[in-house]
């Protein structure tokens, strides 16, 4: 909420103004609390049901934590996929600029658009902040939060909502300790595209239905602005968790309508639609900006790859582009989805499994306008909505496992935890959490060849070359993009080019940058744009290949070559050789 009415008031966004925002709703609570009625309280875990959420907390993030920092080979190496530069450009921009405004990020992608592009921030907000505060480089702010995620905001998140359900302290356990070892979320979402912001937001859909479900069923107005609060954040940190939450929402309020339909009319229809126009009001700066990118989310269509059944079979069995799938969690997350049928308080869970497990069949292997339609907030993604999935099947597996407990029948609280201790020691050491597994399949997008070590080199020395108002020329298809985030030199390009969104500016000097000693035009945009350097890296990303004018810098007489090595050339820009204007020859 505070980051774009910084932007807004004409303020900068620092921790002053976080500190700010979060006294002002401690504050509303404080009167709200005042007049509020008295919350139901729930009863306690037991010590020895606490202590077994607090192992299965702990072991869930050593999974995690082994995870990450073997698939990362170390929190400062440089992400590498297709959206990981933008956010961290997008993070580096708000900490030196205090600019949050959710607009701001149009320099990135369309730098010529006055009125900037809409990309929801408060991912990049919070971030920027502990750049500013840490003064460590870029990756490693984005991937210590990775870490943060992975390892305490999913399993806590899990616990809550177990709780928040009136659930016991062993399924909460058992839910909390497989929680970090499907492949689909979070991790595959580090390697495909690295949506940092999705996942962020992703993390906090349990918590959140968490605290909805403790409002509506403790009447305590008071969280009723918690959640306004939390739901306009879910919309601040992505766009496409509105629909997530609205989703696994209207599976619970269904299933909490059909037994007593009069009672849901009269006690809880009227609180939420109050709740829905609050929230609404508070998110109108989302809501808006949305609106604007609804267009080109709808448009998006990813290709079918494979067959409806196919698709099935990877999404059920866990094996979502992978040579082989996670069988013990598949086997776990099917049998519990089959004893949740039987539990009237957890069949919500069963619903939103098979929503989303449709959506990404529809998404994965259905090439047609309807298809395209009911994905699109999901940018028509199959790895944005399997990791969704992933949310109830977490919950079926730790009930599965729970339930495989209760069988032994275990008679007091040493047989329970010895019992508990040894399942929870036997599924980390058949499966051994996935850690392999998963740490495998991000190491592509951490050590790849766009962003090496020369080139991280190159563009640090690049910073210090480049004085503040010049602009360095780079090629939108190497590892340059990383320039503004790595060194503070603000690049040309500065995420991959897509050509629906390069502006004509742009698209002139990728083609003829290195005509600008003899075509009059391209120098002119150099002069316009105050570009004093140009930079070329070895790496290319996916199967792009070097914008025309990008090449043969050589051999232009108006770029002498300031820094070099083996895998990446820094060119100063002399603009006594640049082509000269036919008025000019007068």
């Not at 580096?92 to 990020?105: C, D, P, Q, S």
């Not at 809550?160 to 979402?189: E, N």
């Amino acid at each position: 909420m505070g980051a774009p009415l910084t932007s807004a008031a004409g303020l900068r966004w620092n921790i002053w103004v976080l500190l700010g925002c979060t006294v002002a709703i401690a504050v509303v609570l404080l009167v709200v609390q005042r007049f509020a009625r008295t919350p139901v309280t729930q009863p306690a875990w037991s010590l020895a049901g606490s202590l077994a959420v607090v192992a299965g907390v702990i072991t869930a993030a050593g999974i995690a934590a082994l995870t990450v920092l073997k698939g990362t080979y170390g929190l400062d190496s440089v992400p590498q996929g297709w959206d990981a530069p933008y956010h961290g450009n997008g993070i580096r921009f708000i900490a030196e600029t205090g600019n949050a405004g959710n607009r701001a990020f149009g320099w990135i992608d369309v730098p010529d658009n006055p009125a900037g592009a809409f990309y929801p921030n408060a991912y990049h907000a919070f971030e920027a902040l502990i750049y500013k505060l840490t003064g460590v480089t870029i990756p490693l702010v984005m991937n210590t939060g990775m870490l943060v995620t992975a390892a305490l905001v999913v399993p806590l998140g899990t616990v809550a909502l177990v709780k928040a359900f009136g659930g016991r302290a062993g399924f909460a356990a058992a839910a909390a300790l497989v929680s970090t070892s499907f492949a689909a979320y979070p991790f595959d979402l580090w390697q495909w595209g690295q949506l940092y912001p999705y996942v962020a937001g992703l993390t906090l859909i349990l918590p959140f239905l968490a605290l909805f479900v403790r409002w509506l069923d403790t009447r305590a107005d008071r969280l009723g602005v918690l959640v306004a609060v939390v739901a306009v954040g879910l919309a601040a940190v992505h766009s496409a968790m509105m629909f997530v939450a609205v989703l696994l929402v209207l599976c619970y309020l269904v299933q909490r309508a059909v037994p007593a339909p009069r009672e849901f009319l009269r006690r809880d229809l009227p609180r939420l639609g109050l709740l829905a126009v609050g929230a609404a009001v508070i998110a109108v700066p989302y809501l808006l900006g949305a609106s604007t990118m609804a267009g080109r989310t709808s448009a998006y269509n990813w290709p079918a790859i494979t067959t409806p059944s196919r698709a099935f079979g990877d999404a059920v069995l866990l094996g979502h582009e992978a040579e082989a799938p996670q069988y013990l969690l598949a086997a776990l997350s099917l049998f519990g989805l089959y004893l949740l049928l039987r539990e009237p308080a957890w069949r919500w869970v069963l619903g939103t499994y098979v929503i989303f497990l449709g959506l990404f069949v529809a998404a994965d292997a259905v090439d047609a306008g309807w298809a395209t339609a009911i994905t699109s907030p999901w940018w028509n993604d199959r790895w944005r909505l399997v990791a969704v999935l992933v949310l109830p099947a977490t919950l079926a597996a730790g009930w599965a496992l729970n339930h495989l407990v209760k069988l032994v029948e275990p008679r007091g609280h040493v047989v329970l935890i010895v019992v508990a201790a040894l399942a929870a020691g036997g599924y980390v050491l058949v499966s051994g959490g996935y850690t392999d597994r998963n740490s495998i399949r991000l190491h592509w997008t951490f050590r790849s060849t766009v962003v090496t070590d020369q080139e991280r080199e190159g563009l640090l020395e690049l910073g210090k070359i480049v004085k503040p108002g010049e602009r360095v020329m780079n090629d939108g298809v190497d590892g340059t993009v990383w320039m503004y985030a790595l060194s503070g030199a603000e690049p040309i390009v500065g995420h991959y080019p897509n050509p629906a969104t390069l502006s004509p500016r742009r698209k002139v000097l990728l083609d003829r940058f290195n005509r600008i000693g003899t075509d009059p035009e391209a120098a002119r945009i150099v002069r316009d744009l105050n570009i004093r350097y140009a930079v070329v890296s070895s790496g290319l990303m996916a199967d792009f290949k070097r914008s025309p004018g990008m090449t043969d810098l050589d051999d232009v007489p108006a770029l002498k070559a300031v820094y070099r090595n083996r895998d990446i050339q820094v060119y100063e820009v002399d603009w006594s050789e640049l082509a000269i204007r036919p008025e000019q020859n007068r």
